[in-house]
């Protein structure tokens, strides 16, 4: 049924690209703006740099009514032979401006009313640009309706290279998080498709971080982790891969069908893990004020060394003030203030079921390199999943482990331990990360990042 679903999805996003493709020349002309004009001069509070950065909107349909905000930072030396690099957050609804970009492996941290730098940040290796994406997410905006489509990624980045066409033949990488386990496959199959007919994209790989691809193999296998991480007693994990699951307490609950059985293990597994434990870094404090929060950021006052888990406040603030808005050529447009997280998309929760991993081995066929990485703290999407997923992937594929599964090193520790299959296929962990792996681990993260760009293995040693 989901494959069904899939293939019918494809074959619209299809017909829409063809349709897309024949009327987007006349109005690409239309885009007058040039880059400059989208060029941030200086953030408030922004400490000199010796790199350009940019945002703004760019239209993704004929009538201009529906535009993604994007956030562009030019790599801090030579852009000009760095590759580009499009990064997206998951959610489903989460901002790849605030969580990404400012909380992640961009440039800037806020403190206070000041930006601080990242030492850490990715684009000290490549030229990254953000995404705020699905429309309705952060400053993206549709005048009618909010909704999710690959087009629109796919058209966003055709016309982006409007404005930038000096990036038009760069190498491109896709990278993100999360749910970006679904955003970025379609995407990528996507653009394969559309070099059919006019190339394009010069997609050199994409990297996945904590994704998801699978939902009953990544979610189910939360009990295990919850488990041998001694978050939920022994009764609870009995019941918990016998009598219900996740993935079938998730079908239950949206249908509207949810059995006795089900709600008592998901409120044995509540009230056992706490609201006290952040459940995308099982090890990571909380914040008290905001225990509730999707997410937690990193620390702007010092990013290598220490985690504020109450950082994310200061993301907010930053970005709904009037000043920032200006600065970064934003507005916001149905909505009253900038979120991290979106809810009002016209988004088909149960959606999460169709698997995008065989989409993944489409890719893989086609002689783009995929990496897969699980910052190993995270019971959200946990790393057993997913190396399940890509060890099966590979069998598949007939793919030969390349790389015994070893550890790798970032500076003079273990940063995390690494499979690679065929030279193509890649899975590793980053040691003490959170989901949000660049957020918790920023230093480890780098070190993968470059190692991911280069085409090369992860250091086997210090």
Known sequence: MASLRWKTMVKIVSLALMTQACFSMRWDESLSSPSAADKIWKLPGQPQVGFQHFSGYVPVDRDKERALFYYFVEAETDPDSKPLVLWLNGGPGCSSLGVGAFSENGPFRPSGNALVR?????NTEANVLYLESPIGVGFSYAVNSSSYEALDNLMFLRNWFVKFPQYKDRSLYLTGESYAGHYIPQLAKLMLQFNKKEKLFNLKGIALGNPVLEYATDFNSRAEFFWSHGLISDTSYRLFTSACNYSRYVSEYYRGSLSPICSRVMSLVTTETSKFVDK??????????????????????QVSETVDVCVEDETVNYLNRRDVQKALHARLVGVRRWLVCSNILDYELLDIEIPTITIVGQIIKAGIPVLVYSGDQDSVIPLTGSRKLVHALARKLGLKTSTPYRVWFAGMQVGGWTQVYGDILSFATIRGASHEAPFSQPERSLVLFRAFLEGRPLPEEF
């Not at 090890?283 to 929060?293: A, E, G, H, P, R």
């Open 118 to 122: 990242n030492e850490h940040s990715w």
């Open 280 to 301: 995308y870094d099982v090890t990571l404090d909380v914040c008290i004020s905001s225990v509730l929060s999707q997410s937690k950021r990193l620390s702007p006052r």
